[in-house]
């Protein structure tokens, strides 16, 4: 794979849904080429239907022990992402996370806000100096 098409048909077809003790989760993946030819990676956001990670951190109504086994679900199934991905691509600078977005004042898409889950990446981030 060379392109983000070919990238994003490859994860619809092998990670587009995971079964979980909780019950199914659809992705829908979104890939984002750097634009220039800096020190930047391609990102690529996992986003999921359900609140999954919001149930697992406040729903009182679901076991701990269920929590944790979805946990471990979801980190299994980012790591086979991970890997499939770093064998396809070996030569280009990834990294990803599932991915909940979401405005506070939807109707006026303002304060637009994002949370990130098991956050990864394929090579060593290093912070840039301001």
Excluded: C
Excluded at 104 to 130: I, M
């Amino acid at each position: 794979m060379t392109t983000a098409n070919e990238l994003q048909t490859f994860l619809e077809n092998h990670f587009s849904m995971l079964d979980t003790s909780l019950g199914t989760i659809h992705f829908i993946f979104s890939i984002h080429e750097k634009e220039t030819n800096q020190d930047v990676n391609d990102w690529i956001e996992v986003f999921y239907d359900t609140p999954v990670f919001f149930d697992i951190k406040y729903n009182d109504k679901i076991s701990s022990s269920v929590k944790e086994q979805v946990k471990q679900q979801l980190q299994d199934h980012m790591e086979r992402l991970v890997k499939a991905v770093m064998d396809t691509m070996p030569d280009t600078k990834l990294s990803g996370a599932y991915t909940d977005p979401w405005s506070r004042y939807p109707p006026l898409r303002t304060d637009y806000d994002t949370l990130r889950y098991y956050h990864w990446s394929n090579y060593a981030y290093r912070k840039r100096q301001s």
